[in-house]
């Protein structure tokens, strides 16, 4: 009778031990899926971002191979219009000007004035 006792109750304390270190194990599973979620969740975010990014520079690129195909197929006129605009080339015989805009007085200078 008491070896039946003893054996029933180790049987139930080994019961509730399997079931505590399962209740544990699950809780660190569920525990880790919430935390991959998030970081996966962050990862779509930074993947969308650079995919923008990436779009972006795809049409940079396209308009720049567009630019570079018309100017290998195009005529001398082509090439020292793109040389003015974006070098400031001066071909021979020409008078280059330049023009500034003047700055503004000091706003200091002004609040003064229209003090005194």
């Excluded at 509730?16 to 899926?33: E, G, H, P, S, T």
């Excluded at 080339?89 to 805009?101: A, I, K």
Aim: no cysteine.
């Amino acid at each position: 009778m008491f070896k039946n006792m003893l054996n029933s109750t180790v049987r139930f304390v080994l019961i509730m031990v399997a079931l505590a270190v399962l209740i544990v194990l699950n809780f660190y599973v569920w525990k880790k899926d919430h935390a991959q979620e998030i970081e996966i969740k962050a990862l779509q975010q930074q993947l969308s971002i650079q995919q923008q990014e990436n779009t972006v520079l795809s049409r940079s690129n396209s308009e720049l191979r567009e630019k570079i195909d018309s100017l290998k197929q195009g005529s001398m006129e082509m090439i020292e219009e793109e040389a003015r605009n974006g070098f400031g080339m001066v071909g021979e015989g020409e008078t280059f000007y330049h023009f500034e805009d003047r700055k503004p007085q000091d706003t200091k200078s002004q609040d003064k004035k229209t003090q005194q």
